[in-house]
Structures are given as C-alpha cells and as structure tokens.
C-alpha cells in the first residue's frame, strides 16, 4: 500500500486518467506503466482531509492473479482426471457387458443348433445379465424336455407301427388258417 501525494513515474497522472475519482463501488481497475500492468485499488479516506492524498495499492497483475491462475490450474487438473477415470470405468462396464453378453450369445447359438450340452456362462449373477443367462438355461432345459418327448414319441410311433404289424399278421395268418380250414 502506497500513500501518494506526489507524481511518482507518471503513475498519479495515469489513475487520474483511467478514472481513480470515479463514484460507485468499482474500486478496482488495471493501469499500465511503461511495459508493466498493476491491478490498482483505492479508497478516498483520506481525500476530505485537506492533504489531497489517498490510500493507494498497486500490485502486479502476475502477482495479483497468481492464485487464481494455480486454482484454475488445480480445477482443470481436476477436471482431467475425473474425466480420465470416468472414462476407464466407461471401457471397463463396455468391456465387461460385451463379454458377458458376447459369452450368453455364444451358448445361445449352440443351444439353437442342438449342442445341449453347451455350458452358460454369467448363471450366478444377480443382474440383468444373470437374468439373460437363466432365460437362455430356461430355453436350453425346454430344447432338452422338447428332444426327450420327441424321442418318446418316435419310440411310441415305432413301437405302434410294430403292433400292427404285428396285428396284421395275426390277422393274415388267422384268415390263411381259415381259409385253408374250408
């Protein structure tokens, strides 16, 4: 902080320029000196005195900007990484689904192409895919029930179609006997 009451390096005349005596609550504004830029704040507590002079705080902007600049630094850092780890739990749920799915996929093609025997991955999981996978065990356990009453009915048929044959030979060989007994 700086009490001035004279021109120091040009300095009194450039605030008097960039409107140091304005009204209001904008206490706060940049000058430049030469190359450099300084964030100025006053206060005019000192101006009813009688002396002219007023509180003065130059800084330089660098200086005065600094921990903003290190938080905004810090918050896009930040920034990064969370997007960086919501980006690998992104790839690794992706990863994890499609193998899951890609697993219960497989099993339900072979099951659809007769391989009952076909093992169906993710059965003890308690989410949607485990729900797929029961779905897909369902379907496979209805293929085998499906494949046994087809069997038994194809032995059903067969042993029908032996009866009567069986039946029919009976019955040719009771007619021969009776027409032979003629």
Request: aromatic residues 6%.
């Amino acid at each position: 902080s700086f009490l001035l009451s004279e021109d120091n390096n040009g300095m009194i005349e450039q605030l008097v320029k960039t409107g140091l005596h304005h009204e209001g609550d904008d206490n706060y504004f940049n000058i430049n000196v030469g190359s450099d830029e300084y964030l100025a704040s006053y206060g005019n507590d000192f101006a009813d005195s009688g002396y002219g002079w007023q509180l003065l705080r130059l800084q330089s902007t660098d200086i005065a900007l600094e921990p903003l600049n290190r938080i905004r630094s810090i918050l896009i850092t930040l920034i990064g990484i969370v997007a960086a780890i919501a980006a690998s739990v992104g790839v690794y749920v992706a990863v994890a689904l499609s193998g899951s799915l890609k697993g219960i996929t497989t099993s339900l093609l072979a099951i659809a192409s007769g391989q009952l025997e076909t093992k169906i991955p993710s059965l003890n999981r308690k989410d949607e895919i485990g729900l797929m996978a029961k779905a897909v065990d369902i379907f496979k356990d209805n293929m085998i029930k499906s494949k046994l009453l087809e069997i038994q009915a194809d032995e059903a048929d067969k042993l029908a179609q032996n009866e009567k044959k069986l039946m029919m030979e009976k019955l040719a060989s009771d007619f021969e006997s009776g027409v032979q007994g003629i």
